[in-house]
């Protein structure tokens, strides 16, 4: 199992970033995907999930301002992140929970400044 995350970068506040995770090794289709953040000093904690079936659930903090997505042809999982605020700055990992075991990206650094 593998997870290649990619899209962090510098932006200032009230802007946008897209996070792509490459996923290969299992069978993504029947997989639940989540990204999950970490900011310094801080634990590591879980920004959004989707199911298989579509079905998504988000942390209260990102409510209304990301979105998580998937394409089972490309296996690859998506975070839309909008509205970016000072706070959102982490390291953001994509994971999965397969075969009795977590996996995750190797994380990608967001930070929002001016």
């Known amino acids: 199992v593998q997870l290649q995350a990619s899209g962090g970068g510098l932006v200032q506040p009230g802007g946008s970033l897209r996070l792509s995770c490459a996923a290969f090794?299992?069978?993504?289709?029947?997989?639940?995907m989540a990204w999950y953040r970490q900011a310094p000093g801080k634990q590591r904690d879980v920004v959004a999930s989707i199911l298989s079936s579509g079905i998504t659930n988000y942390a209260n903090p990102v409510k209304g301002r990301f979105t998580i997505s998937r394409d089972n042809s490309r296996s690859t999982v998506y975070l839309q992140m909008n509205s970016l605020k000072p706070e959102d700055t982490a390291v953001y990992y994509c994971?999965?929970?397969?075969?009795?075991?977590?996996?995750w990206g190797q994380g990608t650094q967001v930070t929002v400044s001016s």
């Open positions: 994971h999965v929970f397969w075969d009795s075991r977590d996996y």
């Open positions: 090794g299992f069978a993504f289709s029947i997989a639940t």
